[in-house]
Nanobody, 116 residues
C-alpha cells in the first residue's frame, strides 16, 4: 500500500535545529513532487516547501525561506526537511505529502515544539 511516514520531530529551544524525515513506500517515489505542510493548533494546514522530481527544484513559503531546506534521496525513498533557527511560531504538526494520481497522500504527522 502507498504510505508516508514522518519522523524526527521533538522539543527544541528557539534558535535550535531539527531534521525531519519522511519515508515513502508503495509508489515510484522518484517520479513525484514531494511537499511539506504544517498545522498549528487552531490554524489551517499551511504549505511550507516542495521539491520536484526531475531536477529537485525547490519552493518555499515566505515564512520559512532561508531557514528551512527541503531535500530528497530517491535511492532511499525519503524526503527531508532541515529546520534551522526555529521560532516558537514554528510549533506545529508537520506532514509530508504527495499528490498521487489515485489520491492526495498524507503522512501521520510529527510534532515539532519550539519552546524555551
Amino acid at each position: 500500500q502507498v504510505q508516508l511516514v514522518e519522523s524526527g520531530g521533538g522539543l527544541v529551544q528557539p534558535g535550535g535545529s531539527l531534521r525531519l524525515s519522511c519515508a515513502a513506500s508503495g509508489f515510484t517515489f522518484s517520479k513525484y513532487v514531494m511537499n511539506w505542510y504544517r498545522q498549528a493548533p487552531g490554524k489551517e494546514r499551511e504549505f511550507m516547501a516542495a521539491i520536484t522530481s526531475g531536477y529537485s527544484t525547490t519552493y518555499y513559503a515566505e515564512s520559512v525561506k532561508g531557514r528551512f531546506t527541503i531535500s530528497r534521496s530517491n535511492a532511499k525513498n525519503t524526503v527531508y526537511l532541515q529546520m534551522n533557527n526555529l521560532k516558537p511560531e514554528d510549533t506545529a504538526v508537520y506532514y509530508c505529502n504527495s499528490k498521487l494520481p489515485s489520491q492526495n497522500l498524507w503522512g501521520q504527522g510529527t510534532q515539532v515544539t519550539v519552546s524555551s
